[in-house]
């Protein structure tokens, strides 16, 4: 049964960073196909950010090119989340998904 775990959120001011871990079990992620998705009340959940593939093939969402970065560490089995230069329209319940499990969020909150 594949079970993850995410932490790592909380209150940021603009400009700030926060990156968020995602602890996997029940799958390896290095085999996976993983992503860091988002969503805000009333509004469906997005990706943001994804990995797949051999080599590690990476892509974003246009609204956080150049600010956010995706990275799994096959030994500890985790998956993370960079953000840098945040900002409001960043907050949202962040959700790691490897394969087709969804793990149960973790609150960014982007305010001064």
């Known amino acids: 049964q594949v079970h993850l775990v995410e932490s790592g959120g909380g209150l940021v001011q603009p400009g700030g960073s926060l990156r968020l871990s995602c602890a996997a079990s029940?799958?390896?992620?290095?085999?996976?196909?993983v992503s860091w998705d988002r969503q805000t009340p009333g509004k469906e959940r997005e990706m943001v950010a994804d990995?797949?593939?051999?080599?590690?093939?990476?892509s974003y969402a246009d609204s956080v090119k150049g600010r956010f970065t995706i990275s799994r560490d096959a030994a500890k089995n985790m998956v993370y989340h960079q953000m840098t230069s945040l900002i409001p329209e960043d907050t949202a319940v962040y959700y790691c998904?490897?394969?087709?499990?969804w793990g149960r969020g973790t609150q960014v909150t982007v305010s001064s």
């Open positions: 029940g799958v390896t992620v290095s085999r996976s196909y």
């Open positions: 998904k490897v394969s087709n499990t």
């Open positions: 990995m797949f593939g051999f080599f590690d093939v990476r």
